[in-house]
């Protein structure tokens, strides 16, 4: 299984025979199979690699992304393939309608909404309130549902102590979820690359100053297993640190592998993004929003 690969220490990336070298004065070289990477985390800012390392990890499409002073993710590198299907995808992907991708994001955000309430009610809230706005939703959501659902949402999963428009930035529950989701966004990223879409044109977000809308669109379907993973570490098991411990980042990073049902077929993260992708490249294809596939959580 395609995993993480974390680093966290000053080191020197390079490749050799189809592994990548993790050197470093104190403990030597360290080999990783290529093959078994899926995603590099590189959280210090005293590494350095080399151009055959990045060259290798745009081959393999693996997802490179940097971190802060404060140890938050602010970058990713993505493989860029300069193939006929990147080709034919884009050109595609330029040609949605209006009303095609209002239709789709209908399909999302009715997606995002059932797995929020299906949370709440894995975890015993009651959602008898919010369930009836499931069947409010309209075409690309011109009565914003999927806002309406969230003020809910976000009041009762965390006692009401994390705003849903702020979610008081000083909180260490606020840094666990925006670097959960931060490995979230790589991974969509990822796919949508692999699969010849271009992040920058989105289906809802439009925003000229950010290249990854349709990363954005595409990521709110799962943003719920970060939910989860957060009210579990701080809510359930009382975790009071004030800071992201490597151990609490590693847990985040850990949900890539986490189990997915599309059409009653399980899957990791990373399999469900590219099976839920590849419905949108056919919906695209086929000009039939229909075709997007359902994504949701495996609790079992």
């Known amino acids: 299984m395609s995993s993480v690969l974390y680093i966290a220490n000053p080191c020197y990336l390079s490749i050799k025979d189809a592994n990548i070298m993790v050197s470093t004065d104190k403990d030597g070289a360290t080999r990783v199979p290529i093959d078994d990477v899926s995603v590099v985390v590189l959280e210090n800012n005293y590494s350095s690699m080399s151009s055959a390392f990045m060259s ?74 919010v369930t009836p706005y499931i069947n409010k939703i309209k ?13 809910y949402y976000w009041s009762i999963i965390f006692s ?5 428009y702020t979610r ?7 840094s666990a979820l925006n670097y959960g989701y931060a490995v979230v966004r790589s991974a969509v990223a990822r796919g949508l690359v692999a699969s010849g879409f271009t992040p920058f044109f989105g289906l809802h977000h439009k925003n000229k100053l ?49 189990k997915w049902i599309i059409e009653d077929t399980n899957y990791s993260m990373l399999s469900s993004i590219t099976v839920y992708i590849d419905s949108l490249k056919q919906a695209t294809k086929a000009r039939n929003s229909n075709l997007l596939k359902k994504v949701k959580l495996n609790y079992e």
């Open 168 to 174: 008081n930035i000083d909180d260490i529950r606020n």
């Open 56 to 129: 290798h990890l745009a081959e393999k499409n693996i997802v490179l992304f940097t971190c802060d002073n404060s140890f938050m993710p602010n970058g990713i590198f993505l493989p860029f393939h300069q193939h006929s299907r990147y080709t034919e995808v884009s050109n595609l992907q330029l040609e949605w309608s209006e009303p095609f991708r209002k239709s789709v994001w209908k399909r999302i955000v009715t997606n995002k909404v059932q797995n929020q309430i299906e949370l709440l009610d894995y975890f015993g809230f009651n959602t008898i309130e």
């Open 210 to 258: 950010n290249s990854f809308n349709l990363v954005d669109d595409i990521m709110e379907v799962f943003r719920c297993v970060v939910d989860r993973e957060v009210y579990l570490i701080f809510e359930e098991e009382g975790l009071n640190d004030d800071i992201l411990t490597k151990d609490l980042k590693k847990r985040l990073i850990s949900l890539l592998k986490s």
């Open 160 to 164: 009401n102590t994390l705003n849903y």
């Open 139 to 151: 075409s690309g959501d011109n009565t914003n549902i999927e806002a309406t659902v969230a003020s």
